[in-house]
């Protein structure tokens, strides 16, 4: 049985703690997330507390928060400068379903190709 992520929603975005898959991000994550799923900006650790009165003031302010704790990042984030390519290359696309399917606490799909 998976366990789902632990999920904070705000408008348009929401923070998802993970701490199942340690032994694929090397520890608990805390991802914060825009409603599209197209970005996934992972801090190593427990962030929910931190975000909380964050997530009423919006994305932004939690993207703030993000920036301030870069040197937490996890090496599968999304980099803040990160644009996808303009081809969508399948690679990058099944990478991308991979990366959805973690943050919902799902098996991914394309298990062989992990980032």
Do not use: W
Request: glycine share 6%; charged share 25%.
């Amino acid at each position: 049985m998976i366990t789902p992520n632990s999920i904070q929603n705000g408008n348009g975005f929401y923070i998802s703690y993970n701490s199942v898959d340690t032994r694929l991000y090397g520890s608990d994550t805390t991802a914060l997330v825009d409603n599209n799923m197209t970005t996934f900006f992972i801090l190593n650790g427990d962030h929910r507390e931190a975000y909380k009165p964050l997530i009423p003031k919006g994305f932004e302010a939690c993207l703030e928060y993000f920036k301030e704790n870069q040197h937490l990042m996890n090496k599968y984030s999304d980099k803040l400068k990160l644009k996808p390519p303009h081809d969508q290359s399948q690679k990058y696309i099944r990478e991308r379903h991979n990366r959805q399917a973690l943050t919902m606490g799902q098996n991914p799909p394309y298990p062989d190709e992990l980032f």
